[in-house]
């Protein structure tokens, strides 16, 4: 999935995503340390920039919060797209920006 959005995307030819499932609890702890929030919540991403221009980036998903496949492959490639530098506001134009729209464009593609 990752890597799918990363060619629709044109990322540079190295780049590479780590996609991680993680228990609830597992979730909780990094929600903690990445963010200083506390719970669960249901995609973390990290994105590391590399010298040659690609990207590397870490996507972590608890799939206990997302509850269905369809959920799994939308926070996999909303993580996804958060590493290539794409964000949202929080709040209700959330569901409005570029960032979603070109999430459930890829997730209509990879779920039929």
Do not use: F, K
């Not at 990290?46 to 972590?60: E, F, K, N």
């Amino acid at each position: 999935m990752a890597q799918q959005v990363l060619v629709w995307e044109r990322a540079p030819d190295r780049s590479h995503i780590d996609i991680t499932l993680l228990s609830p609890a597992g979730m909780r702890r990094l929600n903690r340390r990445a963010t200083g929030r506390r719970g669960v919540t249901d995609v973390i991403a990290y994105s590391l920039p590399q010298p040659d221009g690609s990207l590397l980036g870490d996507v972590y998903i608890c799939p206990e919060v997302a509850g269905s496949t369809e959920e799994l492959v939308r926070l996999a490639v909303h993580g996804t797209l958060h590493v290539l530098g794409y964000d949202h506001p929080e709040g209700s134009g959330r569901t409005r920006s570029r960032m979603w729209r070109l999430q459930e464009r890829y997730v209509r593609r990879l779920v039929p």
